[in-house]
């Protein structure tokens, strides 16, 4: 028996269509700005697609593209305008940025309602408090390819391993909001393969390639590959996906898998953050 492969391209092209027919509702397009700093050659791509991606689903393109030796001062007044433009329904300061500059106090200046990446303190206190608010797009879209498959959650052993701001910390709540037991590994777990292999639902996020194995599997489990790295042969993941196969339920595949998911629930956020902006007091 070898595994079911999660094919989270096809997932992403129904979402995807989602927010296109929500946008034809809607009395305007919405505005993605998209924020750019210097040329990270990983992060002109992403940024590539999700500008490609917006525009095929109906919204406007509003990227901006800065010197890689932008001052803060600078890059806050880009930030203060695109909050104040009614054009710009959403925007997305793409990570990581040069070390000169302080993630944090930058992405406090966009305003919760439109943090279509859901990394704000707002956003992520909603979320924490179970109340509505955008939710970051990587764990938004992690929840969404496992509804797509059925996979159970309530009562169902998950555990998340990696505790970032952008992944591990969102996903972990998310998956208790759905009624799981969670448990988050990270670098000073104690036998990072035995707790993994409790689980039923294992979301691996840690940035290190090929870091689970078929040894931190449990048959039949749910395993879901956040990691991307890129190596002499190509894109691969946190999880060796041909021995992790063989055991789990289902998979993840890299390419293909979380990637396009987290650019569809971008394009979701984006439509969400349009519907409730035209509307204030809601
Ligand atoms: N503010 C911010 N928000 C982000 O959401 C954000 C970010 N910064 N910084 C970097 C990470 C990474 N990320 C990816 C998006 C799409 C793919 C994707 O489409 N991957 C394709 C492969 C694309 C390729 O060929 O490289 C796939 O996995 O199939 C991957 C990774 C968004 N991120
Ligand atoms: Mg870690």
């Known amino acids: 028996m070898s595994a079911t492969i999660i094919d989270g391209a096809a997932v992403a092209r129904r979402i995807r269509a989602e927010a296109a027919a929500g946008v034809a509702t ?4 919405p505005g993605l700005a998209t924020i750019l700093v210097g040329d990270d050659p990983a992060s002109a791509v992403y940024v590539r697609n999700k500008r490609r991606l917006c525009v095929e689903a109906g919204m406007r393109d509003l990227h901006r593209h800065l010197d890689g030796d932008v001052t803060e001062v600078d890059l806050a007044a880009v930030l203060d305008e695109l909050a104040q433009d009614e054009a ?48 970051p797009c990587t764990p938004a879209g992690v929840l969404a390819l496992l509804d797509a498959y059925q996979v159970k959650l309530a009562g169902a052993e998950a ?12 996903m972990a709540a998310l998956l208790l909001r759905r009624d799981a037991t969670v448990t988050v590994c990270h670098s000073r777990t104690r036998d990072l393969e035995a707790v993994c292999r409790r689980a039923d639902v294992l979301v691996v996020a840690a940035g290190r ?74």
């Open 26 to 29: 809607l009395d305007r397009p």
């Open 209 to 282: 390639p090929g870091l689970v194995g078929a040894g931190a599997v449990k048959p039949g489990a749910s395993v879901i590959d956040v990691g991307i790295h890129r190596g002499p042969d190509g894109l691969r993941g946190d999880v060796d996906f041909e021995a992790v196969r063989a055991v789990a339920g289902a998979v993840t595949p890299v390419p293909g898998g979380v990637g396009p998911m987290t650019i569809a629930m971008l394009l979701a956020n984006t439509v969400t953050a349009a519907r409730r902006l035209g509307q204030p007091g809601h």
């Open 88 to 135: 710009v329904t959403g925007i997305l300061l793409q990570l990581p940025l040069p070390p000169h500059l302080d993630a944090a106090s930058l992405i406090a200046r966009i305003p919760p309602e439109k943090d279509v990446d859901g990394l704000t303190e707002a956003s992520a206190g909603r979320l924490a408090l179970g109340r509505p608010g955008l939710r």
């Open 159 to 170: 555990v998340v391993v990696g505790r970032s701001d952008l992944v591990g910390r969102p």
